[in-house]
Protein backbone atom coordinates (compact mmCIF):
# COMPACT_ATOMS: atom_id res chain seq x y z
CA UNK A 1 0.00 0.00 0.00
CA UNK A 2 1.74 3.41 -1.11
CA UNK A 3 1.50 5.97 2.14
CA UNK A 4 0.12 9.31 1.63
CA UNK A 5 3.07 10.67 1.39
CA UNK A 6 4.18 8.77 -0.72
CA UNK A 7 1.43 9.30 -2.74
CA UNK A 8 1.95 13.11 -2.62
CA UNK A 9 5.45 12.87 -3.45
CA UNK A 10 4.76 11.03 -6.46
CA UNK A 11 1.82 13.51 -7.79
CA UNK A 12 4.98 16.16 -7.07
CA UNK A 13 6.97 13.97 -9.88
CA UNK A 14 3.95 13.28 -12.10
CA UNK A 15 3.58 17.24 -12.46
CA UNK A 16 7.13 17.87 -13.40
CA UNK A 17 6.69 14.76 -16.34
CA UNK A 18 3.53 16.52 -17.22
CA UNK A 19 5.28 19.48 -17.52
CA UNK A 20 7.65 18.01 -20.34
CA UNK A 21 4.82 16.44 -22.10
CA UNK A 22 2.98 20.07 -22.57
CA UNK A 23 6.08 21.38 -23.88
CA UNK A 24 5.74 18.50 -26.47
CA UNK A 25 2.63 17.41 -26.89
CA UNK A 26 0.99 21.29 -26.33
CA UNK A 27 2.62 22.41 -29.12
CA UNK A 28 -0.80 21.11 -31.31
CA UNK A 29 -2.67 24.08 -30.10
CA UNK A 30 -0.31 25.99 -31.18
CA UNK A 31 0.38 25.05 -34.69
CA UNK A 32 -3.46 25.20 -35.52
CA UNK A 33 -4.14 28.64 -34.11
CA UNK A 34 -0.93 30.00 -36.22
CA UNK A 35 -1.09 28.09 -39.29
CA UNK A 36 -4.32 27.08 -39.58
CA UNK A 37 -6.28 29.94 -40.44
CA UNK A 38 -3.03 30.19 -42.75
CA UNK A 39 -3.40 27.08 -44.21
CA UNK A 40 -7.04 27.35 -45.09
CA UNK A 41 -6.82 30.66 -46.78
CA UNK A 42 -4.13 29.09 -48.74
CA UNK A 43 -6.30 26.17 -49.65
CA UNK A 44 -9.28 28.48 -50.20
CA UNK A 45 -8.52 30.92 -52.52
CA UNK A 46 -10.02 33.90 -53.23
CA UNK A 47 -13.18 33.53 -50.83
CA UNK A 48 -11.50 33.89 -47.51
CA UNK A 49 -14.57 33.64 -45.26
CA UNK A 50 -14.30 30.53 -44.09
CA UNK A 51 -10.65 30.69 -43.24
CA UNK A 52 -10.75 30.28 -39.84
CA UNK A 53 -13.13 26.94 -39.84
CA UNK A 54 -10.04 24.99 -39.72
CA UNK A 55 -9.45 26.68 -36.39
CA UNK A 56 -12.82 26.41 -35.41
CA UNK A 57 -13.18 22.62 -36.34
CA UNK A 58 -10.05 22.26 -33.83
CA UNK A 59 -12.11 23.81 -30.89
CA UNK A 60 -14.86 21.76 -31.88
CA UNK A 61 -13.31 18.56 -32.07
CA UNK A 62 -11.49 19.45 -28.43
CA UNK A 63 -15.68 20.43 -27.32
CA UNK A 64 -16.07 17.10 -28.68
CA UNK A 65 -13.55 14.79 -26.91
CA UNK A 66 -13.44 16.78 -23.43
CA UNK A 67 -16.42 14.23 -21.72
CA UNK A 68 -15.06 11.09 -23.67
CA UNK A 69 -11.11 11.80 -22.69
CA UNK A 70 -12.39 12.11 -18.78
CA UNK A 71 -14.44 8.81 -18.73
CA UNK A 72 -11.70 7.17 -20.73
CA UNK A 73 -8.63 7.86 -18.26
CA UNK A 74 -11.66 7.41 -15.25
CA UNK A 75 -11.72 3.91 -16.46
CA UNK A 76 -8.69 3.18 -17.61
CA UNK A 77 -6.30 5.24 -15.98
CA UNK A 78 -4.43 8.34 -16.42
CA UNK A 79 -1.73 7.12 -18.39
CA UNK A 80 -2.78 5.20 -20.53
CA UNK A 81 -5.63 7.63 -21.66
CA UNK A 82 -3.30 10.27 -22.22
CA UNK A 83 -1.59 8.25 -24.21
CA UNK A 84 -4.11 6.98 -26.94
CA UNK A 85 -4.74 10.58 -26.89
CA UNK A 86 -1.19 11.45 -27.83
CA UNK A 87 -1.51 8.67 -30.57
CA UNK A 88 -4.63 10.04 -32.27
CA UNK A 89 -2.46 13.53 -32.25
CA UNK A 90 0.29 12.41 -34.46
CA UNK A 91 -3.02 10.41 -36.77
CA UNK A 92 -4.53 13.98 -36.97
CA UNK A 93 -1.28 15.99 -38.06
CA UNK A 94 -0.77 13.11 -40.13
CA UNK A 95 -3.66 13.60 -42.03
CA UNK A 96 -3.83 17.53 -42.35
CA UNK A 97 -0.55 17.05 -43.88
CA UNK A 98 -2.16 14.93 -46.61
CA UNK A 99 -5.05 17.35 -46.49
CA UNK A 100 -3.14 20.54 -47.69
CA UNK A 101 -1.28 18.22 -50.48
CA UNK A 102 -3.83 17.44 -51.97
CA UNK A 103 -5.63 20.67 -51.80
CA UNK A 104 -8.57 19.51 -49.89
CA UNK A 105 -9.96 21.68 -47.38
CA UNK A 106 -12.49 20.30 -45.82
CA UNK A 107 -10.52 17.19 -45.57
CA UNK A 108 -8.21 19.64 -43.53
CA UNK A 109 -10.99 21.02 -41.51
CA UNK A 110 -11.91 17.13 -40.31
CA UNK A 111 -8.04 16.42 -39.82
CA UNK A 112 -7.83 19.93 -37.69
CA UNK A 113 -11.18 18.67 -35.73
CA UNK A 114 -9.31 15.09 -35.01
CA UNK A 115 -6.26 17.16 -33.51
CA UNK A 116 -8.76 19.28 -31.11
CA UNK A 117 -10.34 15.69 -30.19
CA UNK A 118 -6.50 15.25 -29.20
CA UNK A 119 -6.24 18.11 -27.74
CA UNK A 120 -9.00 17.67 -25.10
CA UNK A 121 -6.84 14.63 -23.52
CA UNK A 122 -3.76 17.69 -23.02
CA UNK A 123 -6.19 19.75 -21.48
CA UNK A 124 -6.50 16.74 -18.56
CA UNK A 125 -3.31 17.13 -17.51
CA UNK A 126 -3.67 19.80 -15.61
CA UNK A 127 -6.26 17.76 -13.59
CA UNK A 128 -3.78 14.84 -13.05
CA UNK A 129 -1.49 16.78 -11.69
CA UNK A 130 -3.94 18.25 -9.07
CA UNK A 131 -5.29 15.30 -8.05
CA UNK A 132 -2.54 13.46 -6.53
CA UNK A 133 -1.16 16.60 -4.76
CA UNK A 134 -3.07 18.04 -1.39
CA UNK A 135 -5.28 20.63 -1.85
CA UNK A 136 -2.95 23.52 -0.27
CA UNK A 137 -0.73 22.21 -3.21
CA UNK A 138 -3.15 22.43 -6.08
CA UNK A 139 -2.94 25.90 -7.44
CA UNK A 140 0.93 25.31 -7.63
CA UNK A 141 0.70 21.63 -9.48
CA UNK A 142 -1.69 23.25 -12.03
CA UNK A 143 0.46 25.99 -13.03
CA UNK A 144 3.81 23.67 -12.81
CA UNK A 145 1.88 21.97 -15.69
CA UNK A 146 1.12 24.93 -17.32
CA UNK A 147 4.86 26.14 -17.53
CA UNK A 148 5.55 23.78 -20.49
CA UNK A 149 3.34 26.24 -22.08
CA UNK A 150 6.76 28.34 -22.48
CA UNK A 151 8.69 26.06 -23.80
CA UNK A 152 6.25 25.19 -26.80
CA UNK A 153 5.43 29.23 -27.08
CA UNK A 154 9.50 29.96 -27.24
CA UNK A 155 10.09 26.79 -29.60
CA UNK A 156 7.31 26.02 -31.84
CA UNK A 157 6.08 28.89 -33.60
CA UNK A 158 10.05 29.02 -35.14
CA UNK A 159 9.80 25.26 -35.60
CA UNK A 160 7.10 25.68 -37.59
CA UNK A 161 8.08 28.49 -39.53
CA UNK A 162 11.07 26.78 -40.45
CA UNK A 163 10.01 23.60 -41.46
CA UNK A 164 6.81 24.74 -43.01
CA UNK A 165 7.61 24.49 -46.70
CA UNK A 166 9.54 21.69 -45.71
CA UNK A 167 7.58 20.23 -49.07
CA UNK A 168 7.93 22.79 -51.35
CA UNK A 169 6.09 23.87 -53.03
CA UNK A 170 3.58 22.90 -50.91
CA UNK A 171 3.86 25.23 -48.28
CA UNK A 172 2.87 24.27 -44.34
CA UNK A 173 2.77 20.38 -44.64
CA UNK A 174 6.21 20.56 -43.23
CA UNK A 175 4.89 22.26 -40.44
CA UNK A 176 2.45 19.23 -39.30
CA UNK A 177 4.71 16.66 -40.15
CA UNK A 178 7.32 17.92 -37.77
CA UNK A 179 4.21 17.93 -35.20
CA UNK A 180 3.92 14.31 -35.90
CA UNK A 181 7.83 13.26 -35.26
CA UNK A 182 7.37 15.45 -31.64
CA UNK A 183 4.51 13.91 -30.50
CA UNK A 184 5.99 10.45 -30.89
CA UNK A 185 8.56 12.16 -28.77
CA UNK A 186 5.70 13.36 -26.65
CA UNK A 187 4.15 9.88 -26.19
CA UNK A 188 7.87 8.26 -24.54
CA UNK A 189 7.48 11.44 -22.19
CA UNK A 190 3.99 10.25 -20.78
CA UNK A 191 5.10 6.54 -20.41
CA UNK A 192 7.27 8.01 -17.74
CA UNK A 193 4.16 8.75 -15.46
CA UNK A 194 3.87 6.53 -12.35
CA UNK A 195 0.21 6.90 -10.77
CA UNK A 196 -0.55 3.87 -7.83
CA UNK A 197 -3.10 1.72 -8.15
CA UNK A 198 -6.35 2.84 -6.96
CA UNK A 199 -9.83 0.99 -5.92
CA UNK A 200 -11.93 0.47 -8.35
CA UNK A 201 -15.16 2.10 -8.06
CA UNK A 202 -18.72 1.76 -9.71
CA UNK A 203 -21.04 4.26 -11.19
CA UNK A 204 -21.01 7.48 -8.72
CA UNK A 205 -23.97 7.39 -6.34
CA UNK A 206 -24.97 8.52 -2.96
CA UNK A 207 -24.13 5.07 -2.02
CA UNK A 208 -20.24 5.53 -3.45
CA UNK A 209 -20.15 8.62 -2.23
CA UNK A 210 -20.51 10.42 -5.36
CA UNK A 211 -23.86 12.85 -5.63
CA UNK A 212 -25.91 13.64 -8.83
CA UNK A 213 -24.12 16.26 -11.65
CA UNK A 214 -27.27 18.43 -10.54
CA UNK A 215 -26.34 18.40 -6.95
CA UNK A 216 -22.61 19.28 -7.84
CA UNK A 217 -23.67 21.99 -10.06
CA UNK A 218 -26.06 23.94 -7.48
CA UNK A 219 -22.64 25.34 -5.80
CA UNK A 220 -22.28 28.61 -6.18
CA UNK A 221 -18.30 28.26 -6.49
CA UNK A 222 -18.88 25.15 -9.09
CA UNK A 223 -20.87 27.81 -11.40
CA UNK A 224 -18.60 30.83 -11.12
CA UNK A 225 -15.76 28.51 -11.69
CA UNK A 226 -17.32 27.02 -14.91
CA UNK A 227 -18.58 30.43 -15.65
CA UNK A 228 -15.15 32.82 -15.68
CA UNK A 229 -13.07 29.67 -17.19
CA UNK A 230 -15.40 29.23 -20.15
CA UNK A 231 -15.74 33.43 -20.69
CA UNK A 232 -11.99 33.43 -20.67
CA UNK A 233 -10.97 30.83 -22.62
CA UNK A 234 -13.83 31.58 -25.19
CA UNK A 235 -12.80 35.32 -25.36
CA UNK A 236 -9.67 34.27 -25.47
CA UNK A 237 -10.04 32.12 -28.60
CA UNK A 238 -12.24 34.77 -30.55
CA UNK A 239 -9.53 37.21 -30.77
CA UNK A 240 -6.55 34.92 -30.84
CA UNK A 241 -8.56 33.02 -33.80
CA UNK A 242 -9.04 36.46 -35.94
CA UNK A 243 -5.35 38.31 -34.93
CA UNK A 244 -3.33 36.47 -37.24
CA UNK A 245 -5.94 37.08 -40.47
CA UNK A 246 -6.13 40.25 -39.13
CA UNK A 247 -2.07 41.46 -39.00
CA UNK A 248 -1.94 40.37 -42.25
CA UNK A 249 -4.86 42.24 -43.21
CA UNK A 250 -3.50 45.19 -42.65
CA UNK A 251 -0.30 44.94 -44.12
CA UNK A 252 1.34 43.20 -41.31
CA UNK A 253 3.45 39.83 -42.64
CA UNK A 254 2.76 36.23 -42.02
CA UNK A 255 5.92 36.28 -40.08
CA UNK A 256 4.88 38.85 -37.80
CA UNK A 257 1.53 37.08 -37.24
CA UNK A 258 3.58 34.07 -36.33
CA UNK A 259 5.33 35.76 -33.68
CA UNK A 260 2.48 37.92 -32.26
CA UNK A 261 0.90 34.48 -31.43
CA UNK A 262 3.85 33.11 -29.90
CA UNK A 263 4.41 36.12 -27.71
CA UNK A 264 0.71 35.80 -27.18
CA UNK A 265 1.53 31.71 -26.11
CA UNK A 266 4.21 32.72 -24.35
CA UNK A 267 1.91 35.32 -22.18
CA UNK A 268 -0.56 32.38 -21.66
CA UNK A 269 1.91 30.60 -19.94
CA UNK A 270 5.08 32.44 -18.48
CA UNK A 271 2.51 33.81 -15.69
CA UNK A 272 2.55 29.93 -14.30
CA UNK A 273 5.81 30.19 -12.87
CA UNK A 274 4.15 32.57 -10.16
CA UNK A 275 0.42 31.77 -10.90
CA UNK A 276 -0.27 29.30 -7.81
CA UNK A 277 1.83 31.08 -5.25
CA UNK A 278 -0.45 34.33 -6.14
CA UNK A 279 -3.15 32.36 -5.48
CA UNK A 280 -2.20 31.11 -2.19
CA UNK A 281 -1.46 34.56 -1.31
CA UNK A 282 -3.96 36.82 -2.35
CA UNK A 283 -6.91 34.01 -2.48
CA UNK A 284 -8.67 32.36 -5.68
CA UNK A 285 -11.02 34.82 -6.67
CA UNK A 286 -8.73 37.88 -6.97
CA UNK A 287 -6.52 36.53 -9.04
CA UNK A 288 -9.52 35.57 -11.50
CA UNK A 289 -10.98 39.24 -11.15
CA UNK A 290 -7.32 40.40 -11.68
CA UNK A 291 -7.34 38.33 -15.02
CA UNK A 292 -10.70 39.74 -16.15
CA UNK A 293 -9.50 43.30 -15.85
CA UNK A 294 -6.58 42.38 -18.19
CA UNK A 295 -9.11 40.94 -21.03
CA UNK A 296 -10.70 44.45 -20.83
CA UNK A 297 -7.58 46.26 -21.04
CA UNK A 298 -6.28 43.89 -23.68
CA UNK A 299 -9.71 44.92 -25.79
CA UNK A 300 -9.03 48.48 -25.30
CA UNK A 301 -5.12 47.74 -26.69
CA UNK A 302 -6.53 46.54 -29.97
CA UNK A 303 -9.02 49.36 -30.25
CA UNK A 304 -5.97 51.55 -29.73
CA UNK A 305 -4.42 50.85 -33.09
CA UNK A 306 -3.67 49.15 -36.15
CA UNK A 307 0.12 48.96 -35.75
CA UNK A 308 2.47 46.02 -35.00
CA UNK A 309 3.13 47.38 -31.24
CA UNK A 310 -0.96 47.15 -30.68
CA UNK A 311 -1.04 43.98 -32.10
CA UNK A 312 1.76 42.23 -29.83
CA UNK A 313 0.54 44.04 -26.81
CA UNK A 314 -3.27 43.18 -26.92
CA UNK A 315 -2.00 39.38 -27.79
CA UNK A 316 0.07 39.38 -24.94
CA UNK A 317 -2.43 40.93 -22.67
CA UNK A 318 -4.32 38.76 -23.58
CA UNK A 319 -2.80 35.85 -22.86
CA UNK A 320 -1.40 36.93 -19.33
CA UNK A 321 -5.40 37.68 -18.54
CA UNK A 322 -6.23 34.45 -19.91
CA UNK A 323 -3.61 32.64 -17.27
CA UNK A 324 -4.74 33.96 -13.91
CA UNK A 325 -8.31 33.77 -15.12
CA UNK A 326 -8.19 29.98 -16.18
CA UNK A 327 -6.26 28.95 -13.62
CA UNK A 328 -7.65 30.18 -10.97
CA UNK A 329 -11.09 29.15 -12.46
CA UNK A 330 -9.52 25.73 -12.69
CA UNK A 331 -8.14 25.82 -8.93
CA UNK A 332 -12.12 26.86 -7.86
CA UNK A 333 -13.49 23.80 -9.48
CA UNK A 334 -11.08 21.21 -8.04
CA UNK A 335 -12.73 22.22 -4.51
CA UNK A 336 -16.17 21.16 -5.41
CA UNK A 337 -16.06 17.65 -5.85
CA UNK A 338 -14.72 14.06 -4.53
CA UNK A 339 -12.88 11.78 -6.27
CA UNK A 340 -15.80 9.43 -6.86
CA UNK A 341 -17.35 12.43 -9.16
CA UNK A 342 -14.32 13.44 -10.92
CA UNK A 343 -14.41 11.29 -14.05
CA UNK A 344 -17.76 13.59 -14.80
CA UNK A 345 -17.70 16.70 -13.11
CA UNK A 346 -14.27 17.50 -14.90
CA UNK A 347 -16.00 16.40 -18.57
CA UNK A 348 -19.00 18.15 -18.12
CA UNK A 349 -16.87 21.55 -17.26
CA UNK A 350 -14.52 21.24 -20.08
CA UNK A 351 -17.46 19.68 -22.67
CA UNK A 352 -18.81 22.99 -21.64
CA UNK A 353 -15.83 25.13 -21.57
CA UNK A 354 -14.55 23.73 -25.36
CA UNK A 355 -18.16 23.80 -26.97
CA UNK A 356 -18.14 27.53 -25.97
CA UNK A 357 -14.66 28.00 -27.26
CA UNK A 358 -15.76 26.05 -30.34
CA UNK A 359 -18.96 28.80 -30.80
CA UNK A 360 -16.37 31.61 -30.41
CA UNK A 361 -13.39 29.72 -33.04
CA UNK A 362 -16.48 29.30 -35.11
CA UNK A 363 -18.18 32.82 -35.41
CA UNK A 364 -14.53 34.75 -35.19
CA UNK A 365 -14.00 34.46 -38.97
CA UNK A 366 -17.69 35.57 -40.06
CA UNK A 367 -17.36 38.48 -37.48
CA UNK A 368 -14.14 39.25 -38.75
CA UNK A 369 -14.87 39.28 -42.77
CA UNK A 370 -17.96 41.04 -42.04
CA UNK A 371 -17.85 43.40 -39.10
CA UNK A 372 -13.67 44.17 -39.12
CA UNK A 373 -11.24 43.99 -36.34
CA UNK A 374 -12.68 46.80 -34.27
CA UNK A 375 -15.84 44.66 -33.46
CA UNK A 376 -13.51 41.68 -32.35
CA UNK A 377 -12.47 43.88 -29.33
CA UNK A 378 -15.70 45.54 -28.69
CA UNK A 379 -17.26 42.38 -28.13
CA UNK A 380 -14.97 41.53 -25.31
CA UNK A 381 -15.99 44.46 -23.28
CA UNK A 382 -19.81 43.83 -22.23
CA UNK A 383 -19.52 40.43 -21.70
CA UNK A 384 -16.05 40.19 -19.08
CA UNK A 385 -17.95 43.32 -17.67
CA UNK A 386 -20.71 40.74 -16.59
CA UNK A 387 -18.63 37.85 -15.61
CA UNK A 388 -16.75 40.05 -13.65
CA UNK A 389 -19.77 41.95 -11.55
CA UNK A 390 -21.35 38.09 -11.04
CA UNK A 391 -17.73 36.96 -9.42
CA UNK A 392 -17.48 40.07 -7.22
CA UNK A 393 -20.97 39.03 -6.37
CA UNK A 394 -19.86 35.88 -5.77
CA UNK A 395 -17.37 36.98 -3.17
CA UNK A 396 -19.62 39.56 -1.41
CA UNK A 397 -21.98 37.13 -0.67
CA UNK A 398 -19.61 34.42 0.27
CA UNK A 399 -18.40 37.13 2.71
CA UNK A 400 -21.44 37.97 4.33
CA UNK A 401 -22.19 33.87 4.89
CA UNK A 402 -19.54 33.88 6.11
CA UNK A 403 -19.75 36.99 9.42
Known amino acids: ?40 AHLLGDDQSLATLPVAGFTVGAAAGALPAALLMHRIG ?75 AVAAPPVFLATRNLFDPVPFVGAFVTMAVAACVG ?18 SPETGGRAFAEIARQPR ?17 VMTAAPLAMVDHQHSEADALLGIQWHVIAMFAPSLVTGRLIARFGTETIVAVGLVLLIISAVVGLAGLELLHFWGMLILLGVGWNFA ?56 PVVGIVLVTLLGFVLRARQATH
Open 187 to 204: IGVLGLLRFPPRPRRGEP
Open 326 to 381: FVGATTMLTGTYTEAERGRVEGINDLIVFSTVALASLSSGAVLSQSGWVTINVIVL
Open 222 to 238: FLIALLCATASFALMSF
Open 78 to 152: RRAGLIWGEVLAIVAVLAAATAIWAESFWFFVAALAAAGFSGAFVQQYRFAAAEAVPAELRPIAISRVMIGGIVT
Open 1 to 40: MTSGTDWAAQGVRNSWVLLAAQSINGATPVLAVSLGGLAG
